[in-house]
């Protein structure tokens, strides 16, 4: 079986331990990568990695939400195995646990981390860290502060620029060093509330219009419950802020008023319209997705000055880069923004590797694969082993081109209920075919076949003719639940938690 070889001797793979950038960016859906093939927007400089290594196809999160998909990332394990499995900020993530930067650094790495954490704990494990720092941990996308062992520091630029600043610097502080580094560099860009930069800004365009989804006007009444009741429709949900009728946080008075050149003649004619319910969704959806593309951009741009850096201080030829997000994002389909379902455009995620001479330039990957994989593939690559089992395998067998069996179920658990946007609990299994979802709060089921309907639009489940696959997938959900050993309680949620989040949802509306 092709997960056996995950633990192969390594030996080939590590004679010069390889250094490691790992980039992260914060809900970036593939329909926003051009290394897909479905993408509404170019990103030349995410497509450089891919053009000069491997491209996945199918890759997924466990946990489709930020802080718990980055708790993943370190340890190798879904939510239940590492404890981490909401955006509870009165549960910070243990750092004390076996995580990835903690055995590279012990291995002889050096480790840094700067950017967005949105974990509510200390870095453990990094010699370096400079994290975006707000009470939720998101930052902002202008003049945003960071907090380090130094304490709380005020910056002054867009975001995406100031944290590739740092991580440059970081890397000219070490260049003289012998041992390999290990840096991930997480990008805030592009989560809520979409600020493009200055450039992007300059550039606006009000006229451009952007395909929309077949989906965007989709009734959802005859879906199940858990998906009516859902609180994430462009329609009813997105704020002023959201599509940029009021003006962005934090923003200096020369940046100010870069952003109202950009949007103030939009918004008067917006104002002044008479618009029907449905032309008013088209409106918000062109400055949604307008505004979460040009952010991309302003992000594309920063990861391609970082990757010259790399290139011009000859560090490529022994360096492994990744680019891949926290999780998806719903552009518009259902008319939802956001993330959290277990659904393809929000658990599915980009994930691109380059690494010369171990990966040959343009290859693409089929494989299921899963961010619980993303550990357990580098510390292989470094020639380091884990203390203890992790729940995901190395992907070191799938680099090279040539085809290997590999056969595999993932398994997806969302915790967050009650939270931001409604989503209710649920589990599931994903397989090469077909996908089982249970909203095991509400006792509902649903069921996809992702070969004839790969957006997640037509419930199968109790449907006649689908009685055996079900049986099936039903026994090997159980069968994943048993092997990653998840309890069969969650844990406790704070008494306070659901209403103030209904409280935080009645606020932001507000802005």
């Not at 000055?305 to 926290?326: A, E």
């Not at 277990?342 to 980009?350: A, H, L």
């Amino acid at each position: 079986m092709a997960l056996a070889l995950s633990w192969i001797s390594i030996c080939g793979w590590s004679a010069e331990r390889p250094n490691i950038v790992f980039i992260m960016s914060d809900d970036h859906a593939t329909r926003a990568v051009s290394a897909y093939d479905d993408s509404l927007m170019s990103t030349p400089n995410i497509d450089r990695i891919a053009d000069n290594g491997i491209r996945f196809d199918r890759a997924y999160v466990g946990n489709a939400i930020c802080g718990p998909s980055r708790a993943t990332m370190l340890t190798g394990m879904h939510s239940h195995g590492n404890g981490f499995h909401s955006n509870e900020w009165s549960e910070p993530f243990d750092g004390g646990q076996q995580t990835l930067p903690t055995l590279l650094q012990k291995g002889g790495y050096q480790t840094a981390v700067i950017g967005k954490w949105h974990l509510y704990s200390d870095p453990v494990g990094f010699d370096h860290w400079q994290v975006i720092s707000n009470a939720f941990e998101q930052g902002t996308y202008y003049n945003p502060e960071f907090r380090s062992p130094n304490g709380v520091e005020a910056t002054t630029g867009y975001v995406a620029d100031i944290v590739t600043d740092k991580a440059i610097n970081w890397l000219e502080k070490i260049s003289t060093s012998e041992q390999p580094f290990f840096l991930l560099y997480n990008h805030k860009t592009p989560h809520r509330d979409w600020l493009p930069g200055p450039q992007e800004l300059r550039e606006w365009d009000e006229r451009a219009q952007i395909p929309e989804p077949n989906t965007l006007l989709r009734n959802l009444d005859d879906l199940t419950n858990a998906r009516q009741d859902a609180r994430m429709t462009i329609a009813e949900w997105m704020t002023d802020n959201d599509v940029k009728l009021s003006e962005g946080r934090n923003l200096t008075p020369e940046q100010s008023e870069l952003w109202n050149s950009a949007f103030a003649e939009g918004n008067d004619a917006f104002e002044q319209a008479e618009m029907s319910a449905e032309a008013e969704i088209q409106w918000k959806y062109q400055r949604y997705i307008k505004s979460y593309m040009a952010s991309v951009k302003s992000m594309d741009r920063q990861i391609g000055r970082l990757l010259d850096y790399l290139s011009q201080n000859d560090l490529l030829d022994n360096t492994i880069v990744i680019y891949t997000s926290d999780q998806g994002f719903f552009l518009g389909e259902n008319g939802w923004f956001d993330k959290r379902w277990m659904d393809e455009v929000s658990s599915r995620i980009p994930l691109v590797m380059q690494w010369k001479g171990h990966i040959s330039p343009g290859t693409s990957s089929s494989a299921l694969v899963q961010n619980i994989d993303f550990a357990p593939t580098l510390l292989a690559a470094a020639g380091i082993t884990a203390t203890q089992p992790m729940h995901g395998v190395s992907l070191l067998p799938l680099l090279n081109a040539e085809p290997i069996e590999w056969k595999r179920d993932l398994y997806y658990h969302f915790y967050e209920d009650p939270g931001f946007h409604g989503v209710a609990r649920h589990y599931g299994i994903r397989e090469e075919r077909y996908k089982l979802v249970y909203y095991y709060q509400l006792d509902e089921w649903e069921l996809f076949d992702l070969k004839t309907d790969p957006d997640d639009l037509n419930n199968l489940y109790g449907q006649p003719g689908y009685e055996a696959i079900t049986r099936e997938l039903l026994r090997r959900l159980e069968q994943l639940r048993t092997q990653y050993g998840v309890p069969r309680e969650d844990p406790p949620v704070p008494w306070y938690h659901g209403p103030l989040i209904r409280l935080l949802e009645h606020l932001l509306k507000l802005l």
